[in-house]
């Protein structure tokens, strides 16, 4: 019997690791085993500067005493309330902290646990929507190409990097995608938003007349691509496609899962740009990473389209065994509070020019194509190895690590999106060890 195997030291076959070169780590594992502000500590006794906030979700930097002080006494106090025909008060509360830190509009919050099933959802409350209103022949999802949107089949549907795609059957049905906005060409080295490229959001007028407006229910994009590599929203793009789906009727889903919560400088992309959704996906910085949670917000339009019927029967036939959840609810309000008290959306905003400045005088160093920059969001393209894509980076990363520096890399390139909790110190560190580990590379 299972149980009674005996414990092997340090075995490291049995979990199968997410997004991860398995037998390359397991060779060479990177392990942490603890947390305090900027900094990750290793297995190996070293403090490593997290320049990419865990997974792009640790905003307020890592074991904020609030946070996890909240968790703690809602665990002893309410460990689980059923989430479907029952409630708790943190759940209410958290919904409504995030309709006041949202932009203007965004008035009702359906709750996920990730930021895969905040697409999920959106999507289906789009296609839900429509029906509602006696438009059911809308089904249709439009995506982008290098999109990310998790990695649920919705998601991967209407993501547009293909090897998330290609080893996974025939995905859902009725799903087009624009082009992606990467013109290097034209906008290498852009600081901030790229001035080429407004006019890629026209090719929504060619999905539109290909299909017919009344079959397309959304169109969901990441107002800034993270994932792919960092994408920027080239000038005026947002606004056209805003512009579009408004003009037949198809609602624009903003997927804020990694521009939430500050990461631009505003409290979401949306505001940053001014540009309004219908329905905004977040996840990751909600909850600053420590629980699992995500949530959809909405327009009173598209909640109230649901609220009809006699009132004792479900409106919505979607939830989750965790949605809400307590533990998950004390922990986004405590995370929202110290976002606020402690300013930290206002301090990204404010170290942005200092962190482009910094991140660009890389440009000369080995290897760099292009550099990428918004709030405290930062790209570094690498010329990929001939014939070798991806080891570059992937180099760049080890290295990294090696010199006490945590960074991400997507294909060739570094990204990185370090707590916003961070000084100028720390963003000098950051690039001097770059530096250092761009003149070693291959
Ligand atoms: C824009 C976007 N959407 C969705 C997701 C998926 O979130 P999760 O990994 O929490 O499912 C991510 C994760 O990076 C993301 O960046």
């Known amino acids: 019997m299972a149980l009674d195997r005996k414990p092997v030291p340090n075995d490291l076959s049995a979990f199968w690791m997410p997004f991860t070169a398995n037998r390359q780590f397991k060779k060479a594992p990177r392990m942490l085993v603890g947390a305090s502000g900027m900094f990750y500590h290793t297995a190996d006794g070293r403090e490593v500067l997290d320049g990419t906030a865990g997974l792009w979700c640790c905003n307020a930097g890592h074991c904020r005493p609030r946070i996890t002080q909240a968790i703690q006494e809602q665990a002893a106090e309410l460990d689980y309330a059923p989430a479907f025909q029952m409630g708790h008060p943190k759940a209410f509360e958290l919904a409504s902290a995030l309709r006041d830190m949202a932009p203007e509009g965004m008035e009702h919050v359906f709750f996920t646990n990730s930021g895969s099933e905040s697409v999920e959802t959106a999507l289906k409350i789009a296609i839900a929507y429509h029906r509602a209103r006696g438009e059911g022949a809308r089904t249709r999802l439009i995506g982008r190409e290098r999109g990310y949107h998790g990695v649920n089949f919705g998601g991967i549907s209407v993501g547009g990097i293909v090897n998330n795609r290609k080893m996974f059957g025939t995905l859902l049905g009725g799903v087009d995608h624009l082009p992606h906005t990467h013109l290097p060409d034209q906008n290498a080295f852009t600081r901030g938003q790229p001035e080429h490229g407004a006019h890629l959001a026209d090719d929504l007028e060619r999905i539109v007349a290909l299909h017919g407006a009344e079959t397309i229910a959304a169109v969901i994009v990441e107002p800034m691509a993270g994932s792919t590599g960092v994408l920027m929203p080239p000038k005026g793009y947002l606004e056209r496609l805003r512009e579009i789906c408004t003009k037949h009727g198809i609602l624009l889903i903003f997927d804020e899962v990694i521009t939430g919560f500050g990461r631009l400088g505003s409290a979401f992309a949306a505001d940053h740009f001014d540009v309004m959704p219908d329905m905004m996906t977040v996840a990751k910085g909600l909850t600053n990473g420590v629980i699992p949670m995500g949530a959809v917000l909405t327009t009173p339009a598209i909640h109230d389209a649901f609220m009809q019927g006699p009132e004792h029967v479900i409106e919505l036939f979607h939830g989750y065994t965790y949605s809400g959840n307590p533990i998950a609810a004390a922990a986004g309000l405590a995370t929202l509070e110290t976002y606020r008290e402690e300013g930290l959306f206002e301090n990204a905003a404010s170290l942005a020019s200092y962190w482009e400045d910094a991140l660009h005088s890389l440009k000369d160093q080995p290897h760099v194509i292009d550099i990428r920059n918004m709030g405290l969001v930062g790209a570094i393209?690498?010329?990929?190895?001939?014939?070798?894509?991806?080891?570059?980076?992937?180099?760049?990363?080890?290295?990294?690590?090696?010199?006490?520096?945590?960074?991400?890399?997507?294909?060739?390139?570094?990204?990185?999106?370090?707590?916003?909790?961070?000084?100028?110190?720390?963003?000098?560190?950051?690039?001097?060890?770059?530096?250092?580990?761009?003149r070693t590379l291959d």
């Open 381 to 438: 393209e690498l010329e990929p190895i001939a014939g070798d894509p991806t080891r570059r980076a992937f180099g760049a990363f080890l290295a990294a690590y090696e010199k006490n520096l945590m960074i991400r890399t997507t294909g060739d390139i570094i990204a990185l999106s370090p707590p916003l909790i961070i000084g100028k110190a720390e963003i000098d560190r950051i690039v001097e060890t770059l530096s250092e580990v761009l």
